[in-house]
């Protein structure tokens, strides 16, 4: 029987997706066969850009990129797991920050489902200051994202600091 592929989860709100993300997809890309990406639908947030706008951006992000899948979900991040039978989720830590709310998620999720581990990557130094956050800050007090995201990102956050409607990539 051939070995089950190893499956990791990647959640967030990627609102948008950053060059960040997409360096954490990459190393995630190299330990795991399926890698998916899991967009987090949270009716208690406004996003800037919809689940399906933000699943579409990384979907074309990541073309080139072989085994990696992108969906939204809501819920329990433990049940999306059952579903695809993962057993590690992966996330990525820029910094000491990141690590106390990341450590409470993870024991959480392992409390809830005693079979899901978290698996942290770091990222590449030049991406460990890039958040959602401060990405949609800078664009809409004007200032210049390049570097931040992938072109296609760029634009769009352009055109949503335009009052452009979001339409999908
Ligand atoms: O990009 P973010 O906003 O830091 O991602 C947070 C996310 C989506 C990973 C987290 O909010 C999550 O997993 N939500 C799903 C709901 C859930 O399972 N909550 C309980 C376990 S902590």
């Known amino acids: 029987m051939p070995p089950s592929p190893r ?3 990647y959640p967030g709100s990627f609102d948008p997706v950053t060059n960040g993300h997409l360096d954490i997809i990459t190393r995630a890309g190299r330990l795991f066969d399926r890698v998916v990406v899991a967009i987090l639908v949270n009716p208690a947030k406004q996003p800037w850009f919809t689940a399906d706008d933000r699943a579409a ?3 074309e992000a990541c073309a080139s990129q072989e085994g ?4 939204t979900f809501d819920g329990l991040l433990v049940d999306l797991a059952r579903r695809h039978q993962a057993r590690t989720v992966v996330r990525g830590l820029r910094g000491a920050s990141d690590l106390d709310s ?3 998620m993870s024991m959480m999720n392992r409390h809830l489902s005693g079979n899901l581990d978290t698996v942290f990557f770091l990222p590449s130094v030049e991406f460990a200051h890039i958040s959602s ?3 949609r800050e800078i664009a809409s007090l004007g ?3 390049t570097g931040l995201v992938p072109p296609k990102v760029e634009a769009r956050l352009y055109q949503r600091r335009e009052g ?3 339409r999908n990539v």
């Open 143 to 145: 200032g210049s994202v």
């Open 7 to 9: 499956i990791a989860l």
């Open 68 to 71: 990696v899948d992108v969906e």
């Open 102 to 104: 990341e450590r409470q």
């Open 164 to 166: 452009a409607p979001t």
């Open 133 to 135: 956050t401060l990405v």
């Open 57 to 59: 951006m990384i979907r």
